[in-house]
């Protein structure tokens, strides 16, 4: 699952008192094994923590570093994956310094990555989280090609899943087309054997819009099968999780 989760906020309507009862019910009612998020905040994250089932972890750092700022947090299934490494990497000129920000980009912007061993099988998988910048063309197109970069160094035998929040549509934007053709990269929504109806992935608490802009991806190395991808309507009385749409796919590796 890709999942903006729309930063914690006291303000009515749509506060995270009233979307976490909705996020706690959406999580637990599909249980993935995987979880790329966008835009938690620290507290926030770790409700979420709480409200999942004991078996979950979750790793990651504030943009701004320590706590601080929004994450690229990653939730996952202990009873399936184990993390064998994990670092963060920031979408500047100089990745690897906390809180770098560059290429026009409004706010920081940052990549959180894990490699995972998975349980049952004993295989291995790269998993990548990002959100990139919500105004700047220019950033979003630096950034995925950093992120290109940063997938061609990785063993190139072993799966990777990206997540994110990439804030333009799939198709017909230079950011996917970098990811899809310079980072060996599937859209596991078009691969999908079944699909669910398709929305808008932003919708703004706003009423949905059917075949709508999905700016929310999943992407996968091509040896990966893509059995269901979904976006998700859920909600409950009314009221969203967030004000996007989690995306999700089923995926054989």
């Known amino acids: 699952m890709s999942f903006n989760l729309r930063y914690a906020s006291d303000q009515t309507p749509h506060s995270w008192a009233e979307r976490r009862p909705v996020t706690r019910a959406l999580l637990r009612r599909e249980e993935p094994h995987l979880v790329g998020t966008q835009e938690g905040l620290y507290g926030q994250l770790k409700d979420i923590a709480a409200d999942l ?10 943009r701004a570093g320590g706590s601080r700022d929004e994450f690229m947090a ?10 064998a490494e994990f ?14 920000r560059s290429w026009g980009n409004t706010v920081i912007r940052m990549v959180t990555w894990i490699r995972f ?9 790269y998993h990548l989280n990002t959100h990139l910048d919500h105004q700047s063309q220019p950033s979003r197109e630096r950034s995925a090609a950093l992120i290109t970069e940063r997938l061609g160094a990785l063993e190139a035998d072993v799966p990777r899943v990206v997540t994110g929040d990439f804030n333009v549509p799939a198709h017909g934007n230079p950011v996917y087309d970098a990811l899809l053709a310079g980072g060996g990269l599937t859209d596991t929504w078009d691969t999908a054997e079944r699909r669910s109806k398709l929305y808008a992935t932003f919708h703004g608490y706003k009423p949905l819009v059917p075949d709508g802009e999905r700016i ?9 099968r893509s059995r269901y991808a979904a976006v998700n309507t859920f909600s409950l009385d ?3 999780p967030s004000d996007h749409l989690p995306v999700q796919a089923v995926l054989d590796l």
């Open 216 to 224: 929310d991806w999943i992407l996968a190395s091509p040896g990966v």
């Open 74 to 83: 990653v939730f996952y299934d202990t009873e399936r994956l184990t993390p």
């Open 117 to 125: 061993t998975d349980r049952r099988t004993g295989g291995a998988l």
């Open 87 to 100: 670092d963060h990497f920031w979408l500047s000129d100089q990745p690897s310094l906390i809180g770098s």
């Open 53 to 62: 089932p004991r078996r979950y972890d979750w790793i990651g750092t504030g």
């Open 238 to 240: 009314g009221q969203f």
